[in-house]
């Protein structure tokens, strides 16, 4: 059974920045891909950024396109989210998932792993 587990959340200005890592045991994430995703209050879950376990593709969200870096370390399977230029309206808990293959997408559903979630806020 794979569990992932979330850590680096916490309270920030706007402007600032925030590492969330996601680090991942019981798995052989060989050929795994794995995303971040975020739920704010009273919403949905929304796609923040993914990537390959082998580190060829990535994929963002346009809303976080040139502030967000997601990037990986094999060694300690362990995938990281590095947020600059945070805004309030990134408010949210922070999820790492996990899915089987290596396509990557931004459908909650295709991730079969979830991490507990992190809580990102975000002062004005």
């Known amino acids: 059974q794979v569990q992932l587990v979330e850590s680096g959340g916490g309270l920030v200005q706007a402007g600032g920045s925030l590492r969330l890592t996601c680090t991942a045991s019981?798995?052989?994430?060989?050929?795994?891909?794995m995303g971040w995703f975020r739920q704010a209050p009273g919403k949905e879950r929304d796609f923040v950024a993914a990537?390959?376990?082998?580190?060829?593709?990535?994929f963002y969200a346009d809303s976080v396109k040139g502030r967000f870096t997601i990037s990986s370390d094999n060694a300690k399977n362990t995938v990281y989210l590095q947020m600059n230029s945070l805004q309030p309206e990134d408010t949210a808990v922070y999820y790492c998932a996990a899915r089987s293959g290596v396509v990557l997408t931004r459908l909650p559903y295709e991730y079969a792993y979830w991490g507990q979630g992190t809580q990102v806020t975000v002062s004005s």
């Open positions: 990537i390959n376990w082998n580190r060829s593709s990535v």
């Open positions: 019981g798995g052989s994430f060989g050929r795994n891909a």
